[in-house]
């Protein structure tokens, strides 16, 4: 502590040790908010549903998302990714998961809406397999933190059946 | 800076800062703002960074009181080398 330079070495490592400190408090404190996430989602319309030239099956669809997911916002919270994913069985695989929609939430205030829109993405099965084929809707999240551990959770919606022809 | 500035610049760097992040935690916590922590976390450094870098005057109240050359001159150097001779003596 005799010199200029000594001082400010010691305050700038004892700020910095201070400020990680302060960083992992704030990530734990996410642990203790009540997180209440609630999601819908209607499929108002078939739009079209066919076979590519190729062989894959197509379909497009009008969806109505309604979703809350205000409650996973804290003071910690940069931003919320959420996507709408179909998630359907084959005898090829176990689990398939097409993306639909997606959407960046950067505040809490955006975090309750209301949205009716045909599918941001192709939804395509790898092969023919979606006549009449059950499947789940799945809101995912994504929590990106300002400081700390990115966490992922999920809604899963089911109930939902593709029509048994091509349209 | 004398050797008690010293020990007072330590102490005070250490418990403002502590002192600041934890205003800064539980204001940002209460308002629920990281942005409100950031900004009273960093006024804090900016504070003791003010306060305990500089030499301040208050750094400098106990200077060392060095022994005149001419007082040293008048008590010779044999009575300062008597004592561990003594010692050593006696081992």
Redesign the interface.
């Known amino acids: 502590m005799h010199s200029f330079g000594y001082r400010a070495n010691a305050l700038l490592t004892f700020a910095v040790t201070i400020l990680a400190f302060i960083c992992a408090i704030a990530s734990f404190s996410d642990n203790f908010s009540n997180q209440t996430p609630s999601a819908q989602i209607q499929i108002l319309n078939i739009n079209w549903f066919q076979k590519q030239p190729h062989g894959n099956d197509e379909v497009s669809l009008t969806l109505n998302i309604t979703a809350d997911l205000q409650s996973l916002f804290t003071w910690n919270t940069k931003q919320v990714f959420a996507f709408v994913a179909a998630e359907y069985e084959t005898s090829k695989n176990a689990l398939n998961q097409v993306s639909l929609w997606d959407a960046i939430i950067p505040e809490k205030e955006h975090a309750k809406f209301w949205i009716q829109i045909s599918n941001k993405y192709r939804f395509i099965d790898q092969g023919h397999n979606l006549r009449g084929k059950d499947f789940n809707l799945t809101l995912h999240w994504h929590v990106m933190p300002k400081t700390g551990k990115m966490f992922a959770d999920k809604i899963v919606m089911s109930g939902y059946r593709l029509p048994d022809a091509y349209r | 800076?004398d050797w008690q500035g010293?020990?007072l610049?330590?102490q005070l760097?250490?418990i403002l800062?502590?002192i600041s992040?934890v205003v800064?935690?539980v204001v940002?916590?209460t308002t629920?703002?990281?942005r409100t922590?950031m900004l009273i976390?960093a006024g804090g450094?900016v504070l003791?960074?003010l306060i305990?870098?500089?030499?301040w005057p208050f750094y400098n109240r106990h200077p060392l009181k060095w022994l005149d050359p001419s007082e040293a001159e008048k008590h010779p150097k044999p009575q300062v080398v008597v004592a561990p001779k003594k010692k050593f003596s006696k081992k």
């Open positions: 800076m010293q020990k610049v330590e760097m250490q800062l502590v992040g800064a935690v940002g916590y629920e703002s990281f922590m976390y450094v003791t960074t305990t870098i500089p030499n």
